[in-house]
C-alpha cells in the first residue's frame, strides 16, 4: 500500500508527522517526480556522497527523482522514501536493529514505518508504507550506501544494559 500523504497548507509550518507524510507525497498524475520535505541537514556534504550509492530498485519499485537534496523515492506512488540529514536519534525505547552493519530504530506509525539510523550523523530516515516494499527487502538494499556515513556509536542490546558492556563509565574527577 502506497504511503498517503495528509493535505497540508501552504501557509503553515508543517508538525513533524505532516512532514513525514508529506515527504512521502507524490505529485499526482503521469509525472515522475516525487515531492518529498527535505531535512534540516540535507545539504551535509556525506549525504550528497551516500545519495550517489542508493540502488535504482527496491524490490518492484523504481527510484525516481525527487525535488529536494537529500532525498529519494521509489515506486509510484511512494512506496519508499528516504531523507539523509535528519535530526540524530538519542536513546530510545523503541527496537533497534543492525542490518549489514548500520543501526536503524523502527518506529511503527498509522500508515507507515519509519526507520531512522542510529549513531550516525547526519541520521537518514527511510519511510515504508504498509504492505508496499517489506522491510526485509529495502534495508538490505539501503544500508551499504548509508554506512557511508561515519558510525560514532551503536544500539545496545538489553543485556548489554544491564552487563554494563559497551555502556562507558563516565570519567572519574580528578583527586584533590
Known sequence: MPIKPRPTHTTHRATPAAALLAAAAGISGCAATASVEPAPQAHDPA???????????????QQRPTDSQGTSA???????????????????????????????????????????????????????????????????ALSPAVAEIEQTSECLDYEQTLDGEGVEAEPAPPAE
Not at 549525504?47 to 519499485?61: I, K, R, T, V, Y
Not at 541520521?123 to 515504508?128: D, Q, R, S
Request: with cysteine.
Open 47 to 61: 549525504c550528497a556522497d551516500m545519495m550517489l550509492q542508493l540502488p535504482e530498485n527496491l524490490g518492484e519499485s
Open 74 to 140: 521509489w515506486g509510484e506512488p511512494s512506496d519508499v522514501v528516504l531523507r539523509c540529514g535528519v535530526e540524530p536519534i538519542g536513546a530510545t525505547d523503541e527496537p533497534c536493529q543492525r542490518i549489514d552493519g548500520v543501526d536503524w530504530v523502527f518506529i511503527e506509525q498509522e500508515d507507515y514505518y519509519q526507520a531512522v539510523t542510529f549513531g550516525r550523523e547526519p541520521a537518514v530516515e527511510v519511510l515504508l508504507g504498509l504492505g508496499a516494499v517489506s522491510s526485509a527487502t529495502a534495508m538490505p
